[in-house]
């Protein structure tokens, strides 16, 4: 995936989670201003974990992460025993990038 386009999954991500863009300048969801940045998902697994995991739990998903052999990663959201997303991974893409696409998927399908 190119860095363009991790770029605008991240935009995406910000905003689902409740982040706000305004002038230029990010705002966390409580309000309070960004002077260091934002989180930047698709490389960050413990972001992910703060941000994102507590919103797909709110929503009634169970989030798992499989680690397979060979460096391969699965991300699976899963929802009355039904897997309803999945991404996959492969040596060159990280878990965290795994995990962001199958929320994308998750958001653009509701």
Request: a negative charge; glycine letters at 6%.
């Amino acid at each position: 995936m190119e860095k363009a386009d991790q770029v605008r999954l991240n935009h995406e991500l910000l905003i689902w989670v409740g982040f706000t863009l305004t002038n230029g300048v990010w705002s966390y969801p409580d309000g309070v201003t960004v002077d260091n940045g934002v989180p930047y998902f698709p490389e960050d697994e413990t972001a992910c974990f703060k941000w994102l995991v507590p919103k797909v739990v709110r929503l009634g998903y169970e989030v798992r992460i499989i680690t397979a052999f060979e460096g391969y990663v699965v991300g699976v959201l899963r929802h009355n025993l039904n897997d309803c997303e999945v991404a996959a991974s492969d040596n060159d893409t990280k878990a965290a990038l795994a995990f962001c696409l199958a929320i994308q998927k998750l958001i653009r399908s509701k």
